[in-house]
């Protein structure tokens, strides 16, 4: 392994700006914070002149999909911390992030060398969290083993730890918050449940919603909460969940789910959109055009909450619940920050809430400061986001284990693809649930001819409804859903023969192709442009590799 000094850096330890201008890093791990005389001749050096190191960031809340630790990684996220995942995702996920299992553990102790992969974040999951019996987040994940009662509490905690989960996720949650009606834990199921995940040394983050459930969850023992409450607690609260000793996630950016002047914030935010790979913005620009409130939330409680929790001595930790809708693994939490200042915190504060906080909260000893001795997972930044918090995003490298992170690999590979096609087939998953438990609630409507054939789907937006080819393509304006309905019956089929504007994955510029074969999630396409090779069947992609309008 390459041992490396950073020169002439500003150096933000986790907490504060640091005596000293130059850090050492050798075999994976921080060995000297000083100045010039640190410097050993014929190791890497790296300039960092009008830049701050920074530790490596985390992520005290998200949900895995494939290649998430990866994506995390290219936006300066060095350890995500899972807050409900199926096997199926964590396991590949905690291999790819060299995360889990002994050998992990003593490196995170300090007892074993660094051995974090250069290309993925460090993860650490929950698996599957304890709810009741339909409870939430039964319509994302389902089915799961689930809790039933007290009796439930201490074999469900034990199965999680032997499938390495490194805390327990419970979920205190019957939907009052959002004015929903789901079965919920009690308070006898979570305090078994809490017990049982201390004697295995879990932590227990508890998911809830309300400054009601904030202070119950707290009463009960839980060790974190894993949002900031969504309504507005009272002093009375912010005192019982301060005297209780829990720590809180922020998760301030679920906002960000919600665009602004047909925006999703994350894509009017320069230097994070054009490190967005062409699929993740794709993503971003379909999430902004579905159905929203008329009046979506503007986070005000949930900021105020923070900062009187923050002044009341509870640590908070910077989270984002990415994957939610306009939300990205690691480039979220460059946001999260930023509504952390809005809220209140300095700018150094925020940073503690992405590096030492969740560190130590959840027994991440060796990292998320800068000292020696800690595991070298660093970030560079221009400028001095101690002054100006947008400065995180302005990523000069990043290391993990003193391995400079390739973010080269992860846009458009099969990796990539298999994280957005995930998505994909669970936020179906979820409309389809939402419309059998909720019939009245907006939902994409199939419509068909008589013979049975899809022509499209009618989409209901925040304006009105909109015609949608079956691969996703706008056929025309927002209108009304008669009118949506009526255009797909009439253009629905013919308009497939039409030759369409395309800009793919491979191609920056718009350029027209006849769709030579149509599915929901591929197309195939002939270019119209006679110079252009291809073969003479036309390319299959997949529908996230393309935009396409008419």
Known sequence: MTNVTFASVRIFNGREVVHGTHLRVADGRIDAIGNAEIVRPGEQLVDGSGATLLPGLIDAHVHLLPGSAQLAATFGVTTIIDQFSKPEVFVPELAAGSSGGAASVAAESGTAPATACS???????????????????????????????????????????????????????????????????????????????????????????????????????????????????????????????????????????????GVMPLLAQPELASRLSFRWRRVLTAQANRWMPPEPPDGAAARYNATALHESGVRVLAGTDAPNPGLVHGASLHRELQHLVRAGLRPAEALTAATVTPADVFGLHDRGRLEVGARADL???????????????????????????????????????????WLRATTDKIIAAIRDQWPGFPAPEEVTRDDGELLGYAVPLAGGWQATTVFGAALGPVTSREDAIELLRTEGLASLAELWWVRAIDHPDWRQARLTEVQPDRLRLH????????????????VSDLEVKR
Request: charge should be negative; charged fraction near 15%.
């Open 527 to 542: 270019w119209a442009d006679p110079m252009i090779e291809q073969p003479s069947g036309g390319t299959w992609y997949d």
């Open 379 to 421: 970030v560079l930044v221009d400028g001095d986001p101690t002054a100006a918090i947008d400065a995180t995003q302005a990523l000069r490298g990043t290391w993990i284990g003193g391995q400079q992170v390739d973010t080269a690999s992860y846009a458009g590979s099969e990796t990539e693809l298999a994280g957005i096609r």
């Open 119 to 261: 290309k993925a974040a460090s993860v650490r999951t929950s698996g599957i969290g304890a709810t009741a019996p339909g409870g939430h987040p039964s319509i994302a994940y389902a089915p799961f083993p689930t809790v039933s009662g007290p009796g439930d509490a201490s074999a469900f905690v034990a199965a999680r730890a032997d499938q390495g989960s490194t805390h327990l996720k419970l979920i205190y949650d019957d939907g009052s918050g959002a004015t929903l009606n789901m079965p919920s834990l009690d308070i006898a199921t979570m305090e078994a449940l809490i017990r049982a995940a201390h004697r295995h040394g879990l932590p227990v983050v508890a998911h809830v919603s309300t400054a009601r459930g904030a202070v119950v969850v707290a009463q009960c023992g839980a060790d974190v909460l894993a949002h900031v409450p969504f309504d507005r607690m009272t002093d009375g609260e912010i005192g019982s969940v301060a005297r209780s000793g829990v720590a809180v996630i922020s998760t301030l950016g679920l906002i960000d789910g919600f665009p602004v002047d």
